[in-house]
């Protein structure tokens, strides 16, 4: 992970405990002005209009919003987790998910990388297990 990582704290700012916690995307206000252009995208699919402009012309539609590179990739080839990384907000990409026809099962699958049966079981399980998804330091050297 290099220092450029939307996984790693922002060097413009003071370290959080969080950000040593794996797979952990915060939406602090670091986070917020990261993903403004990517959140309003999702958020303008509240309304039917935009939600058609989409379908008809999504590269012309995403030309609409002040997206980086790196956004703009990662909603063209849903890569929901990435998203996430790169300043979305969970309730805001899932009204992409919502206009894709996707539940948060699947959602939660994609980013978990197993099937929708396996998230699914493990939610029923009763979730992940914390195993190397406590602090980072608690696992370095081991």
Same mark, same amino acid.
């Given at each position: 992970?290099?220092?450029?990582?939307?996984?790693?704290?922002?060097?413009?700012?003071?370290?959080?405990?969080?950000?040593?916690?794996?797979?952990?995307?915060?939406?602090?206000?670091?986070?917020?002005?990261?993903?403004?252009?990517?959140?309003?995208?999702? &958020? #303008?699919?509240?309304?039917?209009?935009?939600?058609?402009?989409?379908?008809? *012309?999504? /590269?012309?539609?995403? =030309?609409?919003?002040?997206?980086?590179?790196?956004?703009?990739?990662?909603?063209?080839?849903?890569?929901?987790?990435?998203?996430?990384?790169?300043?979305?907000?969970?309730?805001?990409?899932?009204?992409?998910?919502?206009?894709?026809?996707?539940?948060?099962?699947?959602?939660?699958?994609? &980013? #978990?990388?197993?099937?929708?049966?396996?998230?699914?079981?493990?939610?029923? *399980?009763? /979730?992940?297990?914390? =195993?190397?998804?406590?602090?980072?330091?608690?696992?370095?050297?081991?």
């Amino acid at each position: 992970m290099n220092a450029d990582s939307p996984e790693r704290a922002p060097s413009d700012r003071e370290p959080r405990e969080y950000d040593d916690i794996p797979g952990t995307y915060v939406f602090d206000g670091q986070h917020s002005r990261l993903g403004y252009a990517l959140n309003m995208f999702c &958020m #303008s699919l509240n309304e039917a209009d935009n939600r058609d402009a989409f379908a008809a *012309d999504p /590269g012309g539609y995403l =030309d609409r919003f002040d997206l980086t590179a790196e956004q703009r990739a990662a909603i063209e080839e849903r890569k929901w987790l990435e998203m996430l990384q790169l300043g979305g907000n969970i309730y805001y990409t899932f009204k992409l998910a919502i206009f894709d026809g996707l539940s948060m099962q699947q959602v939660g699958a994609s &980013m #978990s990388g197993v099937t929708f049966e396996e998230f699914s079981q493990m939610m029923i *399980d009763g /979730g992940r297990s914390a =195993d190397g998804n406590r602090y980072q330091h608690e696992w370095d050297g081991n």
